[in-house]
T-cell receptor, first 117, second 115 residues
Framework: GAVVSQHPSWVICKSGTSVKIECRSL??????MFWYRQFPKQSLMLMAT?????????EQGVEKDKFLINHASLTLSTLTVTSAHPEDSSFYIC?????????????FGDGTRLSIL | AQSVTQLGSHVSVSEGALVLLRCNYS??????LFWYVQYPNQGLQLLLK??????LVKGINGFEAEFKKSETSFHLTKPSAHMSDAAEYFC?????????????FGKGTLLTVNP
């Protein structure tokens, strides 16, 4: 079946650095990818929707200059957390939409746990 | 607008007992409904989905859910819990006509299974 790979799975870095998270669809072309943020013991909060070749659509309250999303190809989307601070620490999950797969609206990656010291 | 309410943030059952996780939805259009499972430090895995076909939906790992329009509910059940079922479960709703198939998730229910 369709697989979404997310990398890295865990990252720890110092406050002020920028962190890039990759989301790849391994065996299908994803026209749309989604980025979620999940706080401990809480639900997934949609951050943005990205379509290949166009600017991402951010949800209300999400800082687009803080969370840069690039969807340069049909198999790769990246989320860059710029000048990360401890409050950005969270679990980030991406998902991809495969239009021809009517069985699942989105295929999810395994997430990236980001810890900012 | 659409939303999902999961009643009970934590459900605890004994191994072999019935599992019942509750989900109520609100949607202005006929909904697509889903149940996902999340194991620690992992993404989401689809358990089952309702897309306006049969109201009783069977999924993986022995789970099933019944769509009840009159009650706006989509509760998840499993006759006999296994230790491996311990995880976080999310109910989600999607607008049937949306090209991006955005998902709106409930807050999740943590299922613990006691030996």
């Amino acid at each position: 079946g369709a697989v979404v790979s997310q990398h890295p799975s865990w990252v720890i870095c110092k406050s002020g650095t920028s962190v890039k998270i990759e989301c790849r669809s391994l065996d299908f072309q994803a026209t749309t990818m989604f980025w979620y943020r999940q706080f401990p013991k809480q639900s997934l909060m949609l951050m943005a929707t990205s379509n290949e070749g166009s600017k991402a659509t951010y949800e209300q309250g999400v800082e687009k200059d803080k969370f840069l999303i690039n969807h340069a190809s049909l198999t790769l989307s990246t989320l860059t957390v710029t000048s990360a601070h401890p409050e950005d620490s969270s679990f980030y999950i991406c998902s991809a939409r495969f239009p021809r797969d009517s069985n699942q609206p989105q295929h999810f990656g395994d997430g990236t746990r980001l810890s900012i010291l | 607008a659409q939303s999902v309410t999961q009643l009970g943030s934590h459900v605890s059952v004994s191994e072999g007992a019935l599992v019942l996780l509750r989900c109520n939805y609100s949607s202005s259009v006929p909904p697509y409904l889903f149940w996902y499972v999340q194991y620690p430090n992992q993404g989401l895995q689809l358990l089952l989905k309702y897309t306006s076909a049969a109201t009783l939906v069977k999924g993986i790992n022995g789970f099933e859910a019944e769509f009840k329009k009159s009650e706006t509910s989509f509760h998840l059940t499993k006759p006999s819990a296994h230790m491996s079922d311990a995880a976080e479960y999310f109910c989600a709703v999607s607008n049937s006509g949306g090209s991006n198939y955005k998902l709106t998730f409930g807050k999740g229910t943590l299922l613990t299974v006691n030996p």
